[in-house]
């Protein structure tokens, strides 16, 4: 597998949407090829900070619609934000 491959494949390969062989293909790269470890580790870190820093609050209110139209009930504590 080659950078241009890799990288292309980054994303698919961070959300587990790969084959095993195909996974494990880009792990080999990775494990190579430091530039491509180091982009890597780069949209790792990425996606971490977007998932602590990037949270909106859902109103209640909001949290019981969603839960309706998907048929599910919230339990009292998952309610209070």
Partial sequence: MDCE???QRIYEYLDGELTPF???AIARHLDECPPCA???DFEIELRQVIAFKCRDEVPP????RIAAALGHELPPDDLVV
């Avoid at 209110?61 to 019981?64: F, I, K, Q």
Wanted: glycine share 8%.
């Fill in 61 to 64: 209110d909001l949290r019981r």
């Fill in 38 to 40: 180091q982009g890597f």
């Fill in 22 to 24: 195909k996974r494990a």
């Fill in 5 to 7: 491959h890799a990288i």
